[in-house]
């Protein structure tokens, strides 16, 4: 709440909101704990030095980064806090104390590059949980899917040539900020562990749940992930002021039932960390959406794979050949 951005976009509202939002709904049968502080050691493992030490100053003084970027005196705790959460929760998940969880905080994290503070983002959230599940918890392979309607290009900046991260991202395209060609397919040992998926302005459930069903699924079920993340920006939601897509909130929940599917299919814990989504209505009921959905289950919506899976298929078919039927 005191990472305080003004009339910006991503502003303590969007909090504000979630929380009256899913405490009139008892919390949807979650548990809801509070977010640590990340300790250094997990931050590190992803930004230098440098780049933390930048963060702090920039906050300490309520400097922006840029336009899209600013902080508060406020922000730093924030910042800490909303990358301890997700290391939290993929703690919780990897001890076996639920199958299942949400990372409601701020600021975001999936544009955070590895010294870069850019799109609303500080530090890269999902990322430092995935490397601490790596690193210190043990996990093999983590799966990150991005369904927000901006690529997320810190998350895909991190491991980029890192082959224990799939890591698939469906976005608008062209649209801010300007990464994740069909072609970027990741580098060196990580190349083939990017999947690009870009969506025209417009595209609405059919495209994206087609994309999920018959490239994110099949692909990740050969990628075997001991663990699932999903970076959940619900701004590709119809009414979003930022996005150009036509999702609505059931959209999120027939996505988010693909992967619990997935999850469930391989035994493995799925946990979802906010990013975007900044009209208030269209946040909760798409939080709320993807949480019931996760948390319940269900058998996913089934789409025919459709023109756009046919085009991504021989790019991304030649790492995963199992992908577009």
Not at 254 to 262: D, I, P, Q
Request: net charge negative; glycine share 10%.
């Amino acid at each position: 709440m005191e990472h305080d951005t003004g009339a910006h976009p991503e502003r303590a509202e969007r909090i504000r909101a979630l929380d009256t939002a899913l405490s009139e709904q008892d919390w949807l049968g979650y548990q809801p704990r509070e977010a640590p502080a990340v300790v250094e050691d997990a931050l590190l493992a992803v930004h230098p030095p440098e780049h933390v030490e930048s963060v702090r100053r920039h906050c300490e003084t309520g400097t922006a980064f840029d336009l899209d970027t600013p902080t508060s005196p406020g922000s730093w705790d924030a910042a800490l806090h909303a990358a301890g959460g997700a290391v939290a929760l993929v703690d919780a998940l990897l001890d076996g104390e639920a199958s299942t969880g949400f990372c409601a905080l701020r600021p975001p994290g999936h544009h955070a590059e590895v010294a870069r503070a850019m799109g609303f983002c500080l530090f890269a959230n999902i990322s430092v949980a995935a490397r601490h599940a790596i690193d210190v918890r043990g996990a093999e392979r983590v799966l990150i899917l991005d369904w927000d309607v901006h690529h997320g290009n810190g998350t895909q900046a991190i491991f980029h040539s890192a082959p224990e991260v799939l890591f698939a991202s469906i976005h608008q395209w062209p649209f801010y900020p300007g990464t994740g060609a069909l072609g970027d397919a990741g580098s060196g040992a990580g190349e083939g562990y990017t999947i690009n998926l870009p969506v025209p302005r417009g595209s609405g459930e059919d495209e994206w749940l087609a994309l999920v069903e018959h490239v994110v699924v099949p692909a990740s079920r050969t990628f075997g992930p001991d663990l699932i993340l999903v970076s959940a920006g619900f701004d590709a939601h119809r009414d979003d002021p930022l996005g150009e897509c036509s999702l609505e909130a059931v959209s999120f929940a027939h996505m988010a039932r693909h992967v619990r599917s997935l999850a469930e299919e391989l035994g493995v814990p799925v946990g979802a960390v906010l990013e975007g989504g900044y009209d208030l209505e269209a946040l909760t009921a798409s939080a709320a959406a993807t949480m019931e959905a996760l948390s319940a289950g269900g058998k996913p919506r089934s789409v025919e794979p459709g023109p756009l899976v046919a085009a991504v298929a021989e790019q991304v078919g030649r790492y995963w050949p199992e992908v577009g039927g």
